[in-house]
């Protein structure tokens, strides 16, 4: 077995999708684009249904337009957010890796590139100093000069990105409710709620009411 054959092609995994998940859809998002450093952050989130309120799975893809091959720089963009959308499908449907075939090549031929370079024998690369690169004792001082730690890295994306905890599905006694939403007819107003799903209407539970907050967000409807 050949190393690509255990990676998906970019269109034999969208088929896939569209046929596990033919009422799915998927969503592409740049958090954070800069052109003069040359890097992207794009967030991807997909649902497996149109019945869905939040996504399946959200996942991300990092591209930096130095690490291109020369004739795919122009397209770094695309080829980011497109390793954004394969990536969380792959997460939500299983079974292959996240990688698809098409990166998996690239990875190969830089691979193939590293190891057929013509490298000094008596050059040493763990005791070359490059530059003058700083030295902290630690995460505090490091912060401090401003380079952020890992910790609160994930903390600005999480800020950059409006991070919030999704609120469990309230229950009944038939199961898990499902979240419902429609204008009334007469007061052109936005109504919601968490709904029994008992197929008998005599035996259903009481809806659990939402209306909309002042921040646009569905908040329980108090008595």
Known sequence: MAFLDNYEGNKERTDRWNL??????????????????????????????????????????????????????????????????????????????????ETMQEVEKLSAKVATADVKADYDYWTTKHGDVPSYATADQAEQSGIPSLGSSIQEIANELGGQLVEEKPRCQ????????????????????????EKSKANQCEPVWYQLGSTGQWVVRLP
């Open 20 to 101: 596990t998940y033919p009422g799915g859809r998927l969503q592409a998002h740049i958090v954070e684009f800069n052109a003069d450093k040359g890097y992207i952050l794009v967030q991807a989130k997909a649902w497996r249904n149109q019945t869905e309120i939040e996504p399946a799975g959200i996942d991300y893809a990092y591209g930096f337009v130095a690490a291109y091959n020369p004739n795919m720089k122009r397209w770094f963009v695309e080829d980011t957010t497109t390793s954004a959308l394969m990536r969380v499908m792959a997460l939500v449907m299983g079974g292959t890796e996240k990688a698809t075939r």
């Open 174 to 197: 038939h199961g898990t409710r499902v979240f419902k939403t429609g204008e009334s007819a007469k007061t052109g107003k936005a109504w919601g709620g968490y709904f029994c799903t």
